[in-house]
């Protein structure tokens, strides 16, 4: 795991410590529908299974936030999965995207991961395709228990 800031141009990144995780929630809320309570809990039940938020910021405000997680399965070994990337609205096009995806694809070269994982929305699958990202063969299933 990788514990270094990056940088590009004018924007950091780097991991977001639980002291930090109530400025993320307005960035958040631009993505996910949730109160902030739900949001804080959330945050700190999935870090017991290693998810972490990067946060990309300008200026020392942050701008985006990046969620990821380590999964390891029978199927695909030891890949990142990315669960939420969401740059404030008012700083689409600043770069925030790009500047968290590859401090993520970095993260998981370092952990000796071979992919990155991520569901995208359809209006996001053109920033991934530029990225080099493809869409992934196997069908995403899902049943109410």
């Not at 270094?4 to 930090?20: G, K, M, N």
């Not at 200026?59 to 969401?86: E, Q, S, W």
């Amino acid at each position: 795991m990788t514990t270094s800031t990056r940088s590009t141009a004018a924007i950091t990144v780097r991991r977001l410590s639980p002291t930090e995780w109530p400025i993320a929630f307005p960035v958040m809320a631009e993505l996910r529908s949730l109160d902030e309570m739900a949001f804080l809990r959330a945050v700190a039940q999935q870090s017991y299974s290693g998810y972490e938020l990067l946060g990309a910021f300008t200026n020392g405000k942050l701008i985006g936030l990046l969620g990821m997680r380590p999964v390891h399965t029978l199927a695909r070994g030891a890949f990142l999965y990315v669960d939420d990337l969401i740059v404030a609205d008012s700083h689409r096009g600043s770069g925030a995207g790009h500047a968290l995806m590859d401090y993520a694809e970095a993260d998981a070269r370092a952990r000796n991961m071979n992919w990155v994982f991520l569901d995208a929305k359809p209006d996001a699958v053109a920033f991934y395709e530029r990225r080099d990202y493809v869409s992934h063969p196997a069908p995403s299933m899902k049943k109410a228990v």
